[in-house]
Nanobody, 121 residues
Framework: QVQLVESGGGLVQPGGSLRLSCAAS????????MAWYRQAPGKQRALVAEITDGGSTNYEHAVKGRFTISRDHAKNTVYLQMNSLKPEDTALYYC???????????????WGQGTQVTVSS
């Protein structure tokens, strides 16, 4: 069994910063790509940023230059540093990871429960 637990969301004023964390735990053999998605009210869930196990990154156009994704392999954790936040960044942010477990050799898609980010004055 694998769990992803997010933390770090909250209420911040426009122009402010937040750092999201997502820790994976359980019967983990290997973690491949880790990513952050977000879902605003009335909209579909969309990719914000992703990072491969080799460290390559990809960002949604709207967050380039403001958000930075990173990971700590030893802690099975992915981070999202969000700077210069805007009201349109308000959403429920989800952690996602492709993980193979000790039990089997398949690679499965895992999701966290989500953490709310609200940008408002």
């Amino acid at each position: 069994q694998v769990q992803l637990v997010e933390s770090g969301g909250g209420l911040v004023q426009p122009g402010g910063s937040l750092r999201l964390s997502c820790a994976a735990s359980g019967s983990i053999f290997s973690i491949y790509t880790m990513a952050w998605y977000r879902q605003a009210p009335g909209k579909q869930r969309a990719l914000v940023a992703e990072i491969t196990d080799g460290g390559s990154t990809n960002y949604e156009h709207a967050v380039k230059g403001r958000f930075t994704i990173s990971r700590d392999h030893a802690k099975n954790t992915v981070y999202l540093q969000m700077n210069s936040l805007k009201p349109e960044d308000t959403a429920l942010y989800y952690c996602n990871a492709l993980i193979s477990t000790i039990v089997g050799d398949t690679i499965d898609d895992y999701w966290g429960q989500g953490t709310q980010v609200t940008v408002s004055s």
